[in-house]
C-alpha cells in the first residue's frame, strides 16, 4: 500500500463517526496534492483534515484525538469485522521486518485467545514495542484482508505496559504438499546487528539504523501447495539448513566464490521446488513458521508439480 493510501486511510478512521467517506475519495484529495502540486506529505493532510472538519463543522478536537483509550477490550479471537475500533490486552509474539518506510513496527500480538497481526504506522509517534511484552492497547482498528484479520495502531492508539504474563493461545499447524516456490528475500540475507533489529538490509542499508555491518542469516519464504490452496511458511536458520543441506558457512563460501548472494537461493530453489513436505509450526498471521519437517515421497516428476501449480 502507498504512504498515500495509508493516510488517506487513517484520515477515514478519523471521521468514521462524523462523515462517510471512502479510503477512495481521501486518497484522490491526498494524491491530487501530493503528485499533482507537490505539496509535502504531512502538509497535504493536514489541509486535507481541515476541509473534512469544515465540511463536518468540527473542530479538530472533536474528532479521535486518542488519549482515552476508551474502546471495548476484546480478545484476539473476537476481532472478526472490518473497520471496528477495539481495544486489546495482548502480548508482542513477533517483530518483522517492516515492508514499507510508512510503517513503523509490524508483527504479531497474542493472548490467550489467539495471535493476529499487527501494523504501527512510522509517523504514529508511538513508542517502540518491545517482543516479549505485555500491553493495554486502546483505540487499535481492525482491517480486514482475503479474509484475515489484523489490527492497526494509529496516532489516537494508547499503549500501556502491564505487568503480567500472557499464556498466548497455541495456533500451530500443519501443512502437506509441494514447495511450489521459494519468494524473494530468501536465501542468504544479511540482517541488521543492532540491538533487537534484526531487520533484513537492503542494500546494506538497515530501514531504522541506515548503513549497518549485517549479519548473515539464512532464511527461507516459501509457498506450498497442498493441492487445494497455498501456504506461506517460513524457514529459520536451523530449518532452511535441514531443509536443503546448505548450512550458512557453505552459503557464504557460495556467495563469496560467486561474488553474488543470489547464487544461495538459487540453488535451494534448484534442490526443493516440486518437492513434497510435510512441515508444522506455530502461525503467525498468514505464515507458518516452520519448526518440524519431513520429505514425503511425491510425484518424481517435480517439473510437471510445478507446471500444474502454475496453472492453478
Ligand atoms: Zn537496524
Redesign the pocket.
Known sequence: MSDVRQHAEEIREQFSEHLDLTTDDVEERLDNLVNEYRVPLEEARRSVVSHYLDEAGLERDDIRSGGGGGTEQVNVEDVTEDEQWLGLTAKVVDLWEPRSDAVGQVGLLGDETGTIKFTKWADSDLPALEEGAVYRFGNLVSDEYQGDYSVKLNRTTTIEEVEEDIEVGDDSAEVEGALVDIQSGSGLIKR?P?DD?T?VLQNGR?S??GE?EGEFDLRIKGVIDDGTEVHKVIFDKEATEELTGIGLQEAQDMAMDALDTTVVAEEMREQTLGLYYRVAGPTMGRYLLVNEMERLAGPTDAEEVLIKARSM
Request: hydrophobic share 10%; proline share 0%; net charge negative.
Open positions: 541488521c543492532e533489529c531487520r538497515c531504522e539504523h549497518v
